[in-house]
């Protein structure tokens, strides 16, 4: 079935740091990728897509491009804020139930 | 537009109890899902409607839970008995199609936390 691994967290930075975190998934066919994100206290909002090979998500300064040959789909940012502090969640579907990875909590520190 | 919105906020109750959780998605939304998130894991899908019928509830434990979708809009899921392993954040979202948000994205409720002692 399909799976979505993430980095194994958490991830402390500082302000202004640059930010990588991990995703690579395993699935029949050709998945859309997301990444969730979910700020204390509340629920998960969807922070970018791609729907297929080399698409670029994009949202709020942070970027994830689809690449089929090493199936990942990494989240980066330049340069994260204090308000970045969250935790994310890479997901994928191809026609399958939505699956989730593990997530990673990111803290950024002034 | 307002969001998902989920009730209770938070539950605890004893192992063996029963509880339901109440959700209203987003107008217009066809699609609603119901998630449990384990502390410190990913969401997992435990069943999804389109309008009110079942479209997905292989994840579901049957034998205890059960969630019901009557008029195509709210929907509640229940926990009869529950078990100290129920402890969890229950999330609905919803969608506009049952395309899993290939094009049309998730939007998730705040999310009922439940704890089961």
């Known amino acids: 079935g399909d799976s979505v691994t993430q980095m194994e967290g958490p991830v402390t930075l500082s302000e202004e740091a640059f930010l990588t975190i991990n995703c690579t998934y395993t699935?029949?066919?050709?998945?859309?990728l997301f990444w969730y994100v979910q700020y204390p206290g509340e629920g998960l909002q969807l922070l970018l897509k791609a729907t297929k090979a080399d698409d670029k998500g994009s949202n709020k300064g942070f970027e994830a491009t689809y690449r089929k040959e090493t199936t990942s789909f990494h989240l980066e940012k330049g340069s994260v804020q204090v308000s970045d502090s969250a935790v994310y969640f890479c997901?994928?579907?191809?026609?399958?139930?939505?699956?989730f990875g593990e997530g990673t909590q990111l803290t950024v520190n002034p | 537009e307002a969001g998902v919105a989920q009730s209770p906020r938070y539950k605890i109750i004893e192992k063996r109890q029963s509880v339901a959780f109440w959700c209203n998605p987003i107008?217009?939304?066809?699609?609603l899902y119901w998630y449990q998130q384990i502390l410190g894991q990913g969401p997992k899908l435990l069943i999804q409607?389109?309008?009110?019928?079942?479209?997905?509830d292989s994840q579901l434990p049957k034998d205890r839970f059960s969630a019901e979708r009557l008029k195509g809009v709210d929907s509640t899921l229940k926990i009869q008995p529950a078990k100290l392993e129920d402890s969890a954040v229950y999330l609905c979202?919803?969608?506009?199609?049952?395309?899993?948000?290939?094009?049309?994205?998730?939007?998730f409720g705040n999310g009922t936390r439940l704890t089961v002692t």
């Open positions: 979202a919803s969608s506009l199609n049952p395309d899993r948000g290939k094009n049309s994205p998730l939007h």
């Open positions: 699935a029949t066919g050709y998945p859309s």
């Open positions: 107008s217009g939304h066809a699609t």
């Open positions: 997901a994928g579907t191809s026609g399958s139930r939505l699956t």
């Open positions: 409607f389109q309008n009110n019928g079942v479209v997905d």
